[in-house]
């Protein structure tokens, strides 16, 4: 419960950031938390990380931005990947994880839609042979910004049982596995669209996405590492056996209309 009230639930994107200087100290802790304590969600898959600051946004702006406006703000996480399989899950994934550890040492954070990457690379000359996956811009909330919180999907809008389409009575969850579809209902998506849902089995969940003509496909599947790591995050804060996510067929039939597509599946 702890996690999910005090990281997940107050992890809310910013639109105005304050120009003040991100300390060193804090850096090194998302350093740290990178390297030493994320997640992954392919192993396999190799990434680096890379922070810009200073005048970066007159760069990024020309190729980076939600229908075509970029945030501007002090300083600018960017996560490079191998091209793989499940290479932009895998990166949602690890940096929805550095941006719940930027809410915990009280910084902001928004997700940038990524226009033309291989532009973005070759204009701030990353020296890196990997592609650019994802962007996150980061700092200090300004103390000007009233921006309320977007709406997200309720539980019960959130989950199916056994078959897209079919209630489930969201009384049956408790403990951990209420509190980590909770924050699956709470994950950030681009637009705050959230076109997903989660069909719930005898013991296992499965992401399942939905088309949604205002979400390309790289945001559509940045999208889901993102609400997969929120799950595995509170599960794992109270049981470090947590169990990991697996892009394996689910093993039932999950009744899937045209448009909708099964992601991956996870034990409760």
């Not at 030493?36 to 990434?47: A, G, M, N, R």
């Not at 019960?156 to 909770?182: N, P, Q, S, V, Y």
Request: proline share 3%.
């Amino acid at each position: 419960m702890e996690y999910y009230d005090h990281i997940v639930r107050n992890r809310n994107s910013c639109r105005n950031f304050a120009q003040t200087k991100v300390e060193d100290d804090k850096l090194v802790a998302i350093r740290e938390y990178y390297e030493d304590e994320e997640s992954d969600l392919v192993d396999e898959i190799e990434t680096e990380m890379q922070f810009y600051f200073g005048n970066v946004y007159d760069v990024l702006s020309k190729y980076v931005g939600y229908n075509g406006y970029c945030i501007k703000a002090p300083a600018y996480m960017l996560l490079f990947s191998d091209e793989a399989d499940h290479y932009l899950e895998n990166a949602g994934y690890i940096a929805q994880g550095i941006t719940l550890k930027m809410t915990e040492l009280g910084l902001a954070a928004c997700w940038l839609t990524i226009n033309d990457a291989a532009a973005v690379k070759e204009a701030l000359g990353a020296d890196t042979d990997k592609v650019l996956a994802c962007v996150v811009a980061f700092g200090y909330r300004d103390k000007k910004d009233t921006a309320k919180k977007a709406p997200k999907m309720s539980l019960d809008d959130l989950t199916d049982g056994m078959r897209f389409g079919k209630d489930i009575d969201i009384t049956m969850f408790r403990g951990e596995l209420e509190d980590a579809l909770r924050a699956m209902a709470h994950a950030q998506s681009f637009g705050n669209k959230q076109p997903y849902k989660v069909i719930v089995g005898e013991d296992i969940i499965c992401l399942v996405g939905i088309d949604d003509p205002d979400t390309n496909y790289n945001d559509a599947h940045l999208n889901y590492g993102i609400v997969m790591f929120n799950y595995y995050a509170v599960m794992y804060s109270v049981r470090v056996t947590a169990p990991r996510w697996s892009f394996d067929d689910p093993g039932f039939d999950l009744g899937l209309p045209e448009g909708v597509t099964y992601i991956a599946k996870c034990a409760m």
